[in-house]
């Protein structure tokens, strides 16, 4: 997504008559490493099938590794490490909770029990003419003042429409498909996953019954169980930081609210910076808290999305809950108020 964001923010989401406090997120970059460019973009082969593979098939099976990149990292290693808890392949590191060790590797067992040898992790997509006509914002500022002037937080462009559309990096698309303009009628490949689509709202999960969402700070991520502890959704989150951690407890949804606008007060943010006004940032993906917020029964708190996928699990909150748009609204569309969250 888009690589300035303003300073996400405690908000006000404003719905109907009611109005409910929020505690949206600011983005924290994290520290570049010191490595040269070719070291940086070296990707380690695996025994059977790639990093982008494994990626695509998890997600299908509701264990999200946020956006899909065809790399290593956390968010993989921990989708990983939970399907393989979940299907009964943990060895003994995974079943403690700590993911990335030998025990929780991409090897040809998880390969093949993930479907890999008949799956096909690309599809292939026409792109259409709402793809392609926007309206896109092409410039977002980093103000809120500025922002709040903008018709709607839309995205910036096809690219990065298409990117979120197949839960993947643009950067992806653009290596799997090479000097390929993104026009209507053009057919590209895409990662083989559910398309989102950010304007059309998630009917209610029946199937899915009587849920619980625990977040954990120890593996930074959410997940949608069954009474019986079976798990509907596995997905990346950011939970917090050093002045604003998660507040463990137990919770409930109260409120559902969809596309929400966004409302800054800087007087209740410890780093507000001085000449801070008040600001209402108006709908869409690329709004502070993305396309959906699940308002809790602890005041300000809540669980969203967010306008940078990619630094989901990577970069510091104030201490709400945030995951890529499409995970947020699958997670939308599993709760229902009364839905009890726990925060470990």
């Not at 982008?52 to 065809?70: A, E, H």
Request: net charge neutral; charged share 20%; with cysteine.
């Amino acid at each position: 997504m888009r690589t300035h964001i303003a300073q996400i923010v405690l908000a006000t989401v404003i719905v109907g008559a009611s109005t409910h406090d929020a505690l949206a997120q600011m983005h924290r970059r994290a520290p570049r490493r010191a490595s040269s460019a070719k070291a940086a973009n070296v990707v380690p082969p695996l025994p059977c099938g790639d990093y982008m593979s494994f990626q695509v098939l998890l997600d299908r099976q509701g264990f999200s590794p946020g956006q899909i990149d065809g790399r290593p990292g956390k968010n993989f290693d921990h989708a990983l490490a939970a399907w393989r808890i979940a299907k009964n392949m943990a060895g003994p590191v995974a079943t403690s909770g700590v993911a990335g060790a030998a025990a929780n590797a991409p090897d040809c067992g998880a390969w093949k029990a993930l479907g890999g040898d008949t799956a096909q992790p690309l599809t292939t997509y026409t792109i259409t003419k709402d793809d392609v006509d926007g309206p896109f914002q092409k410039e977002i500022p980093k103000s809120l003042d500025a922002q709040a002037g903008l018709p709607s937080l839309s995205y910036q462009s096809a690219a990065e429409l298409l990117g979120e559309k197949f839960h993947a990096a643009p950067a992806l698309l653009e290596k799997l498909n090479p000097a390929v303009a993104y026009e209507e009628a053009r057919t590209i490949k895409a990662p083989a996953v559910q398309p989102f689509d950010w304007n059309a709202k998630l009917t209610p999960d029946a199937a899915a019954g009587d849920v619980e969402i625990t977040v954990s700070r120890a593996d930074s991520a959410l997940r949608v169980t069954r009474a019986d502890g079976s798990i509907v959704h596995f997905a990346p989150v950011t939970t917090g930081s050093v002045h604003d951690p998660l507040p463990t407890g137990d919770y409930k949804v109260t409120v559902i609210n969809w596309h929400p606008p966004f409302h800054y007060n800087p007087d209740l943010f410890w780093d507000a910076k001085p000449g801070d006004t008040k600001a209402t940032i108006k709908p869409g993906p690329n709004n502070p808290v993305g396309v959906v917020w699940i308002s809790l029964s602890l005041e300000h708190y809540g669980i969203h999305g967010t306008p940078e996928p990619g630094n989901i699990a990577k970069t510091e909150s104030h201490g709400c809950v945030r995951l890529t748009n499409w995970d947020a609204a699958r997670v939308a569309a599993l709760v229902k108020p009364g839905t009890p969250v726990h925060f470990r």
